[in-house]
């Protein structure tokens, strides 16, 4: 019994570690490319605007 409990124990842990990092990893990654996009775009729009 402590062996199972320590198994699962052990591997919930793990995959909500993984989980949580994922998603971590894919909102930054995510935020970073609008982020990018934006500015992308913002700084196309203000030279076209001033050319």
Known sequence: ???HETTHAT???TTH???H???HATTHATTHAT???T???TTHAT???TT
């Open 35 to 37: 982020t990018h996009e």
């Open 47 to 49: 030279t076209h605007a």
């Open 1 to 3: 019994a402590t062996t």
């Open 21 to 23: 990092e994922t998603t």
């Open 17 to 19: 570690a993984t989980t």
């Open 11 to 13: 591997t919930h842990a």
């Open 39 to 41: 500015t992308h775009a």
